[in-house]
């Protein structure tokens, strides 16, 4: 980087590589608006992830010339600025700054209404300096910047640009921080955004598998009373080929419900983990299990869908999948399965196919819910269940759901051209 490119430093040691992803001087052509697209093209390559978060930062530090950028962000209560670093930050700064009180650093001037990136050499005289810790000072510097980070009108963190001597924010840099600082801030709201959702949806999925298992084991064990009932009258009749018959079907009533019940509690187990992961990796391990467990073979066939799928129709997809492996393995009386999971721009697909027996859908009885249970999430993602025969006899559902763009995920960020 030439000295003087991106500001006027008195004097400054050139920063040492990083060995990370972006690393590397500026060429003297690119402009701060192709910084910016490197810094969303950074977090664009991982949109969960951690390690590309830390590259965009430290695109930010090498376009600034900065000699340490750790970065801060608020915690979910907003009592602490909890550092988002590699192991070199974390071993430069020390344990005692891997977290830090807000309260001693959300203030006036380094917080400002209008989000603009702030120079301690500015305020040097001010209160808010002198009320930082002596120990944060140290490090930080008197020529350190303070560049917010911040999104749908809230302060969420701040990258803090540490050089070596006296240095001068431009004006073209003070704007380029600003609107990285929007570029990493949204970044950071939709890690929120999907936290909560990845929350909630798994409180909701243990409601509907508590509202399941009661109404299916009520209904079960409703069964299991009535039929006890017609054994207590073959009893008093003295029919006992009745009385055998009843015997029979009590047996297959129990083993029924004792497989619903494991059913049903492997569910429940599973439930915390069925946000973990991409959708991919949960079907591979679902379909291993029940391939384990059944003795079947099974195919799955996921071309053109990756990680695509967004959380809230994976999360249902995959509850789908189990329901669906669950009445092959005990009703279908098939040898194979295939499994097909496709993606466009506009519809996730899902088909489970078997080539077991088949069955009519308005043929089911009333106690077998899964067939409802599947059907409602799809409805609830505005989706549709269908069953059709299969080319070998069996049988095929199909669920599709339709994709939103709300469902993308995609947070739109707007930056001022310098």
């Known amino acids: 980087m030439c000295a003087g490119q991106w500001g006027q430093p008195d004097q400054r040691s050139q920063p040492a590589p990083r060995g990370r992803r972006y690393s590397g001087r500026v060429g003297s052509g690119r402009s701060y608006l192709a910084q910016l697209v490197r810094i969303n093209d950074a977090l664009a390559w991982s949109p969960e992830g951690g390690d590309s978060f830390v590259d965009a930062v ?5 376009v600034m010339g900065a000699r340490f950028a750790p970065c801060y962000l608020l915690n979910a209560t907003g009592e602490r600025l909890i550092l988002v670093g590699d192991e070199e930050q974390r071993a430069t700064l020390g344990e005692s700054f891997a977290s830090m009180p807000a309260h001693e650093h959300i203030r006036a001037p380094w ?5 603009w990136p702030v120079s301690a050499a500015d305020h040097l005289d001010d209160e808010a300096w002198a009320l930082l810790p002596d120990d944060f000072k140290a490090w930080f510097g008197e020529s350190g910047i303070v560049a917010s980070l911040h999104a749908d009108g809230r302060h969420l963190g701040a990258v803090l ?12 840099q003070r704007d380029f921080l600003a609107a990285a600082g929007r570029i990493l801030g949204a970044t950071v709201c939709r890690w929120q955004l999907i936290s909560r959702e990845r929350e909630l949806g798994t409180l909701e999925e243990r409601r509907r598998l508590s509202d399941e298992l009661h109404v299916d084991l009520s209904q079960q064990v409703a069964a299991l009373g009535l039929h006890v009932g ?10 006992l080929d009745r009385l055998a018959d009843d015997v029979t079907g009590l047996e297959q009533m129990v083993e029924t419900l004792k497989r619903s019940l494991r059913h049903q509690m492997l ?3 599973a439930d915390a983990a ?3 992961g991409g959708v991919v990796d ?15 073979p099974v195919t799955f066939d996921r071309d053109g869908c990756e990680e695509c799928v967004p959380l809230t129709i994976h999360a249902q997809l995959v509850r789908v999948l189990r329901e669906a492996l669950a009445n092959v393995q005990l009703h279908a009386r098939a040898t194979r399965v295939k499994v097909r999971l496709r993606s466009s721009a506009t519809r996730v697909r899902l088909e489970v196919e078997d080539d077991g027996v088949g069955f009519d859908p308005e043929t089911v009885a009333d106690s077998r819910l899964g067939i409802k249970i599947m059907t409602e999430r799809i409805h609830q993602l505005d989706g549709s269940l269908r069953f059709v025969t299969g080319a070998e006899g069996g049988t ?23």
């Open 58 to 62: 430290e695109i930010v530090r090498e």
């Open 282 to 296: 949960q079907f591979c391990d679902l379909l291993d299990q029940f391939s384990q467990a059944s003795g079947m």
């Open 396 to 418: 095929v559902l199909v669920a599709e759901v339709p994709l939103r763009a709300i469902d993308l995920g995609a947070v739109p960020v707007q930056v001022p051209v310098p």
């Open 274 to 276: 069925v946000l973990d």
């Open 230 to 239: 017609l054994a207590r009258l073959d009893v008093a009749d003295g029919d």
């Open 161 to 172: 640009l540490c050089f070596d001597g006296p240095y001068t924010m431009t004006d073209e």
């Open 111 to 115: 917080v400002n209404p209008e989000d």
């Open 267 to 269: 569910g429940l187990r």
